[in-house]
T-cell receptor, first 112, second 111 residues
Framework: EPEVTQTPSHQVTQMGQEVILRCVPI?????FYWYRQILGQKVEFLVS????????KSEIFDDQFSVERPDGSNFTLKIRSTKLEDSAMYFC??????????FGEGSRLTVL | AQRVTQPEKLLSVFKGAPVELKCNYS??????LFWYVQYSRQRLQLLLR??SRESIKGFTADLNKGETSFHLKKPFAQEEDSAMYYC?????????????FGKGTKLSVKP
């Protein structure tokens, strides 16, 4: 079973600050995803990443968000200027050839 | 619009009782349906998918296109089944990981 590790587990930041969430380490996967879950609400798809580029993104994934895989293993989600409504759990997931998704434990982001 | 509805926020049953977690979907095409489970302090993990037609941990789910439902069932609940259960839909032609989740149902199995 693929292991998906996310860091940090919890980050508190001030509104307007940049935040980077990481999936570390991931090997031998081609498909990567970010989801978020605002407290009390559903898990929402943000973006899918394949072959080092975005293959699909939701309307939530606006210009404030970006993803990259800078060193071939870490998969990062950057929020350029955080807003209060960005407070949520952010889940990284990897996909397999069978179509199953393996999720990380999530990173809780709190924007003050 | 694609949508997944789980009408129950919380379902509480006694050990040994039957369980049915409801899931209805709205999608005009051919969906692929999943159930994901999240045990306390653990990650989301796949429980089962409709195309597999298998039983996992005693759970089954049948896709009913007429009723647009994919209810999760287990004849005899166990305490270790207590968890959050999420129904999810994948659009045909969408990226592999573009799942639409329901809000989830918290199952509590009492001794």
């Amino acid at each position: 079973e693929p292991e998906v590790t996310q860091t940090p587990s919890h980050q508190v930041t001030q509104m307007g600050q940049e935040v980077i969430l990481r999936c570390v380490p991931i090997s031998n996967h081609l498909y990567f995803y970010w989801y978020r879950q605002i407290l009390g609400q559903k898990v929402e798809f943000l973006v899918s990443f394949y072959n080092n580029e975005i293959s699909e993104k939701s309307e939530i994934f606006d210009d404030q968000f970006s993803v990259e895989r800078p060193d071939g293993s870490n998969f990062t989600l950057k929020i350029r200027s955080t807003k209060l409504e960005d407070s949520a759990m952010y889940f990284c997931a990897v996909g397999t050839n069978t179509g199953e998704l393996f999720f990380g434990e999530g990173s809780r982001l709190t924007v003050l | 619009a694609q949508r997944v509805t789980q009408p129950e926020k919380l379902l509480s049953v006694f050990k040994g009782a039957p369980v049915e977690l409801k899931c209805n979907y709205s999608y005009s095409g051919s969906p692929e349906l999943f159930w994901y489970v999240q045990y306390s302090r653990q990650r989301l993990q796949l429980l089962l998918r409709h195309i597999s037609r298998e039983s996992i941990k005693g759970f089954t789910a049948d896709l009913n296109k007429g009723e647009t439902s994919f209810h999760l069932k287990k004849p005899f609940a166990q305490e270790e089944d207590s968890a959050m259960y999420y129904c999810a839909l994948r659009r045909y032609g969408g990226s592999q990981g573009n799942l639409i989740f329901g809000k989830g149902t918290k199952l509590s199995v009492k001794p």
